[in-house]
């Protein structure tokens, strides 16, 4: 079984920062998919960043240049950056890691932390 663990949550004034870590069990080399998504009361868990085991990254179309995932592979841990934050970037962050074995996807995630920020 794969765990995830999240940190770095909490609360953070308008134009302000936070990072984001996620520790995974066992070696991200091992995942096809990392990824940041969010939940805000009330909407449906989105997409925030997600970087491949190849090295590419993609991001929602509403954090581009202010969000940036990344990945220590000798750690077992992915970030996300959170810059010039936003009040609507308030939600619960949920880390993700994607599996590909024999055609089959295995998702595992995260408990989820809370990003609250104030305008």
């Known amino acids: 079984q794969v765990q995830l663990v999240e940190s770095g949550g909490g609360l953070a004034q308008a134009g302000g920062s936070l990072r984001l870590s996620c520790k995974v069990s066992?070696?991200?080399?091992?995942?096809?998919?990392m990824g940041w998504y969010r939940q805000a009361p009330g909407k449906q868990r989105e997409l925030v960043a997600g970087?491949?085991?190849?090295?590419?990254?993609n991001y929602a179309d509403s954090v581009k240049g202010r969000f940036t995932i990344s990945r220590d592979n000798a750690e077992n841990t992915v970030y996300l950056q959170m810059n010039s934050l936003k009040p609507e970037d308030t939600a619960v962050y949920y880390c993700?890691?994607?599996?590909?074995?024999?055609?089959?996807?295995?998702?595992?995630w995260g408990q989820g932390t809370q990003v609250t920020v104030s305008s």
């Open positions: 970087t491949t085991s190849g090295g590419s990254t």
């Open positions: 066992r070696s991200i080399f091992s995942m096809n998919e």
């Open positions: 993700n890691a994607v599996r590909n074995v024999l055609g089959r996807r295995y998702d595992y």
